[in-house]
């Protein structure tokens, strides 16, 4: 492409193409472009009376380039900075309350259940077992992988590795997963990334010194990783099938609820877990396997109002009841593992009686020193329904007024 000189407007144009290689181009790419390619450079910048110079163009073009350089280095810098600031606090504010001698990962085995139904199956010869992870840890693998997070094998590698990301407001759950299960397949804390808010996150009301953003992690390209992507990833998709859910144990349901699910209603009276793209098969497969395994029951809902550009409808699985939803977070709540998620398990029922039932048997399947956050949110949500009462009686008593009023009239 050669460019030509004739007038001031084509002048104008030829400078905006510089400016815009100048944004996309390297230097020394630039460096080719002014000269193959704009060879008039001189003579269009002269034309707007300006001193530039086609060496100027390029010694700028360089010096931009440096200062950028220097500018993600510093913001490379000050955002390990960050991660490594939140990950000291995590580690300094989160213990497990291990035995004398005992390690975190002896401690997670005592808290690991399978299912009652599925211990005269003999799974231990089948294909995901062999990846050769610790069953806690494969469970969280495959519940992250069917959250927001994505299993593949990249151009060029031989191997799958892991990609998963979490708002800032849930650092805790977030770093319990990365550096106590995924700690074999993630380089090292470096791995951990910091990025600010974008998209829906920009809009939203902070408060405090708090700092909305993105953590970040990609593992490692591992061999035990791609024994995991061959059997529940199927021409490139995310596949739920029964032959490999009966290898997960009660971190699985745990995850899944940790990183999609939530207590509905305005006091969180009833419960979902959000499958988001999953066809609506699979998540029945997911829901028989709930019913069949582990003895909860639920329905699956497609979202018709929120059809998606490929014409598919998001999905979500909703507990039939409150008495199944009760069922569930007996199986996940004395494993919650940070105090900051216990929020997802203080079910508020219907009925004062079995909320004060219900309060009273999740301390016990709690850590005690966790108690007083159950406390607080169950307070905030029975002072919110006497609110919402208070309300109500409030507008039948105006309504009243009124009729009375009108009739006298």
Request: charged share 25%; net charge positive; with cysteine.
């Amino acid at each position: 492409m050669i460019i030509t000189s004739r007038n001031t407007e084509k002048s104008l144009c030829r400078i905006s193409l510089i400016k815009y290689a100048a944004c996309k181009l390297s230097s020394a790419k630039f460096s080719t472009f002014l000269t193959n390619c704009v060879p008039n450079t001189n003579l269009a910048l002269s034309s707007l009376d300006t001193n530039l110079t086609l060496s100027d163009c390029i010694a700028k073009k360089e010096e931009s380039c440096k200062k950028l350089a220097l500018i993600r280095e510093l913001r490379k810098e000050t955002r390990n900075k960050y991660v490594s600031l939140i990950v000291e606090n995590f580690k300094k504010n989160n213990h497990y309350p291990t035995q004398e001698n005992q390690t975190v990962s002896e401690y997670l085995v005592t808290t690991m259940r399978t299912p009652e139904k599925l211990s005269n199956v003999k799974l231990d010869h089948k294909q995901l077992p062999s990846a050769g992870f610790h069953p806690i840890v494969l469970s969280v693998i495959c519940g992250t992988v069917f959250g927001d997070s994505s299993l593949s094998i990249q151009k060029n590698f031989a191997n799958a590795r892991m990609e998963y990301k979490h708002s800032t407001r849930q650092t805790e759950w977030f770093l319990w997963k990365t550096l106590y299960i995924m700690n074999e397949i993630i380089k090292n804390q470096d791995a951990i990334q910091f990025d600010l808010p974008s998209g829906y996150q920009e809009e939203v009301q902070t408060s405090g010194f708090e700092q909305l953003g993105k953590l970040q992690v990609i593992t490692k390209a591992t061999e035990e990783l791609t024994k995991v992507y061959s059997v529940i990833v199927s021409g490139g998709k995310k596949t739920i099938k029964r032959k490999w859910l009966n290898h997960m144990n009660n971190y699985f349901l745990m995850n899944m609820w940790s990183d999609d699910g939530s207590l509905m209603g305005e006091l969180g009276c009833q419960g979902c877990i959000s499958t988001g793209t999953m066809p609506k098969a699979e998540a029945e497969i997911l829901v028989k396997y709930f019913k069949d395994v582990w003895g909860f029951q639920c329905k699956v809902i497609e979202k018709v109002s929120q059809i998606m550009q490929n014409g598919v409808y998001p999905t979500r699985i909703d507990f039939i009841d409150q008495n199944q939803l009760m069922i569930f977070l007996r199986i996940v709540a004395p494993i919650i593992p940070v105090k900051s998620m216990i929020y997802k398990v203080c079910f508020f029922p219907i009925g004062v009686p079995i909320q004060q039932r219900w309060a009273t048997e999740l301390k016990d399947m709690i850590r005690p020193e966790w108690h007083d956050e159950i406390d607080q949110i169950l307070y905030f949500k029975r002072f919110n329904q006497l609110t919402k009462e208070i309300k109500i009686e409030a507008k039948k008593v105006n309504d009243l007024n009124k009729e009375i009023i009108k009739k006298s009239q």
